[in-house]
C-alpha cells in the first residue's frame, strides 16, 4: 500500500534559521508529490508539485523542495523562517491520474522569536 | 466568488439531528472529495466523486451520505451521528485527467456532536 511518512510531528525552529521538514513515501511506481500548508481554522493550501519535471521544485512563500528517487524521498526546505510560517504542513503522493492522495501524518512548524 | 466554499464553517448538533455540509467549487474541476481531519489523525479520505459519479467510498459508515448533484456542488447529509464523528470536516475538488493535479481545499466545517 502507499504510504507516507513525515519524520518529526513537531519541529521548532528560531526566526532567521533553515527549516527542513521530512517525507518519504513507498513507492513501486513514479510518484507524484505535494506540500500542503494548513494555517489554524483553514483548509489546506498548496505549496508545491512534483510532478516528474525538474527534481527541484520550487513553490509559494519561499519554500523549495528536491525529490530523491533513490531515496524516495521529497523533503521540503526554506533558507530563512519567517513567523508567518507557523503552521502544519503536510506531504502527500498521489499515483496514474491522481484520484487516491495518500497524507502524511503532519508537521507542526513553530517558529521561535 | 472564487476557490472551494463550505458551509457552514461550524455546526454543533446533537446525536440524534439531521444536517447536512456544502460544498461548492468554483473551478471548473470534475472531481470532488470529502476528507475528514481529526485531532492527532491523518487526513482520511470519505468520500470522491468524479464527473459526479462516486468513485470511492473509503469504508465510511452509513450515517454519512454523500450527494453531488452536478460537477460544482457537492453535500455531505449526517445523521445520528457519534461524538467520535467530530471533527473538521474537508471538501476538496481537482481536475482529473492525464496528469496529477492537485487537490484544492475549502476552509472547513468544524462539526462538534454533543
Known amino acids: 500500500a502507499q504510504s507516507v511518512t513525515q519524520l518529526g510531528s513537531h519541529v521548532s525552529v528560531s526566526e532567521g534559521a533553515l527549516v527542513l521538514l521530512r517525507c518519504n513515501y513507498s513507492?513501486?511506481?513514479?510518484?507524484?508529490l505535494f506540500w500542503y500548508v494548513q494555517y489554524p481554522n483553514q483548509g489546506l493550501q498548496l505549496l508545491l508539485k512534483?510532478?516528474?519535471?525538474?527534481?527541484l521544485v520550487k513553490g509559494i512563500n519561499g519554500f523549495e523542495a528536491e525529490f530523491k528517487k533513490s531515496e524516495t524521498s521529497f523533503h521540503l526546505t526554506k533558507p530563512s523562517a519567517h513567523m508567518s510560517d507557523a503552521a502544519e504542513y503536510f506531504c502527500?503522493?498521489?499515483?496514474?491520474?491522481?484520484?487516491?492522495?495518500?497524507f502524511g501524518p503532519g508537521t507542526r512548524l513553530s517558529v521561535l522569536p | 466568488e472564487t476557490g472551494v466554499t463550505q458551509t457552514p464553517r461550524h455546526l454543533v448538533m446533537g446525536m440524534t439531528n439531521k444536517k447536512s455540509l456544502k460544498c461548492e467549487q468554483h473551478l471548473g474541476h470534475n472531481a470532488m472529495y470529502w476528507y475528514k481531519q481529526s485531532a492527532k489523525k491523518p487526513l482520511e479520505l470519505m468520500f470522491v466523486y468524479s464527473l459526479e459519479e462516486r468513485v470511492e467510498n473509503n469504508s465510511v459508515p452509513s450515517r454519512f451520505s454523500p450527494e453531488c448533484p452536478n460537477s460544482s456542488h457537492l453535500f455531505l447529509h449526517l445523521h445520528t451521528l457519534q461524538p467520535e464523528d467530530s471533527a473538521l470536516y474537508l471538501c476538496?475538488?481537482?481536475?482529473?485527467?492525464?496528469?496529477?493535479?492537485?487537490?484544492?481545499f475549502g476552509n472547513g466545517t468544524r462539526l462538534t456532536v454533543t
Open positions: 502527500a503522493v498521489t499515483y496514474n491520474y491522481g484520484q487516491n492522495f495518500v
Open positions: 476538496a475538488s481537482s481536475q482529473s485527467g492525464t496528469v496529477a493535479n492537485p487537490l484544492h
Open positions: 512534483y510532478t516528474s519535471a525538474a527534481t
Open positions: 513507492s513501486s511506481v513514479p510518484p507524484y
